[in-house]
């Protein structure tokens, strides 16, 4: 893979480099800056080198239609504000306001195009449809620096197909989660362990079946525990429940004991009345959750303390952990205790500990930890799955 150490001289030349800005945001405000962080390092080493920085990324799901909310205007002001220098903007992509933006530029300046996916072509099936869009991106520069490890796992205009048409190198954001992630795949040190959450098995599938037999325990929680509690016979009430996965979780749970690996579900869940910050709760035991006084209305929103105990333990106990998905509704202050105590754990232990991005990086930041106590905070939480996964990844490969 060519880095940035491979660059020939770009003083004065137009780099377009594809970051993960990907934000969340409430309103105009970003909730959790950690892509834009991440992001800085490699324009600063593009600015340091005296190129003309051109910056693509998608924001949301517009689907190719112009939508406000998802505009890339806030993010980037607050680039600005990091890089503590003027960030230009343009107010579309391949449009009149990008080209003239493009051609003031100059040495060492930087600009931030309008939301690649305002435009159809970014996202189109059809590989003639992102061709022609990535080529109307490619009259803007002389090479692309990909930096969007976010969504590398995205066969897109600006992700795949631009890069096929320019010079390009992995930027220095890409280096360092493939090195990190590597140290997930290549000889961990043991006791390795995973803990999975989030709200839905399906998206799951793929990184249990293959890290089954490449770790000593996993760790369920969050709302796709309830399947596997399900799977064991147990009633989950009203949480969140995919019954055509129940059968999956069978067989994980059988694959898991036949491999000699621990899965490690909570036995305590803390049920409340409704999804909502001020409903009722009660803490039940994990095969009596119908018994709370919310009967089988009642939803499990968090692993239970006794849990969030056990699972801490199994955390610190580690060398290797890789942590994806929240253990409940962390937004949610009575329903934080799960995603907390194992964010604590994580951040205590004493070898490799690997936040996936997306809401566990969100929640680890909202519940107020230093990204410094972890090794490593990844900025993708669908990307960083598929890499443990051992999938191929189109904006990697497009690199080699
Ligand atoms: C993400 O947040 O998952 C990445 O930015 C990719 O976005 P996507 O899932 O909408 O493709
Ligand atoms: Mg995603």
Not at 191 to 201: A, M, N
Not at 259 to 278: C, H
Request: hydrophobic share 45%; charged share 20%; glycine share 10%.
């Amino acid at each position: 893979m060519h880095t940035l150490k491979d660059l020939p001289d770009i003083s004065g030349k137009r780099v377009i480099l594809r970051c993960d800005l990907n934000v969340p945001l409430d309103g105009s405000k970003i909730t959790d800056d950690g892509r834009i962080v991440a992001s800085v390092p490699t324009i600063q080493a593009l600015v340091s080198k005296g190129a003309k920085v051109i910056i693509v990324s998608h924001l949301g799901r517009p689907d190719g239609a112009v939508v406000a909310k998802y505009s890339l205007e806030p993010v980037a002001k607050r680039l600005g504000e990091l890089l503590n220098v003027d960030v230009a903007f343009a107010t579309d992509t391949v449009g009149e306001s990008a080209a003239s933006s493009v051609a003031n530029l100059n040495a060492g300046q930087v600009l931030v195009l309008e939301n690649l996916r305002f435009n159809p072509g970014e996202t189109a099936k059809s590989d003639d449809e992102r061709l022609a869009f990535a080529k109307s991106l490619a009259e803007f520069g002389d090479l692309v620096v990909s930096d969007g490890f976010g969504v590398v796992h995205r066969k897109q205009a600006s992700v795949y197909d631009l890069e096929h048409l320019l010079p390009s190198f992995a930027g220095l954001l890409i280096e360092r989660e493939l090195h990190v992630l590597q140290g997930l795949t290549t000889n961990p040190e043991r006791p390795y362990s995973v803990v999975l959450g989030g709200s839905k098995v399906s998206d799951k599938l793929g990184v249990i079946d293959h890290l089954l037999p490449r770790v000593d325990s996993i760790l369920i929680g969050g709302g796709m525990v309830f399947t596997f509690l399900a799977a064991l016979g147990y009633k989950v009430g009203a949480s969140l429940l995919e019954i055509d996965q129940i059968d999956t979780c069978k067989g994980y749970l059988a694959k898991a004991e036949e491999l000699g690996v621990k899965v490690v579900l909570p036995t305590d869940i803390v049920v409340a009345a409704k999804f909502s910050a001020d409903a009722a709760f009660a803490v039940t035991a994990a095969d009596a959750i119908e018994s709370s006084p919310f009967g089988a209305s009642g939803l499990g929103l968090d692993i239970g303390p006794v849990s969030a105990k056990a699972f801490a333990e199994v955390i610190s106990a580690s060398k290797t952990v890789f942590w994806n998905g929240p253990m409940g509704v962390f937004e949610f202050e009575n329903f934080a205790n799960g995603t907390r105590v194992v964010a604590e754990a994580l951040s205590q232990v004493d070898g490799l500990s690997v936040v996936g991005g997306g809401d566990s990086a969100a929640a680890v930041r909202a519940l107020g930890f230093p990204d410094e106590h972890f090794s490593h905070i990844s900025t993708g939480g669908g990307a960083s799955l598929e890499f443990l996964e051992g999938k191929a990844m189109p904006g990697l490969e497009v690199l080699q």
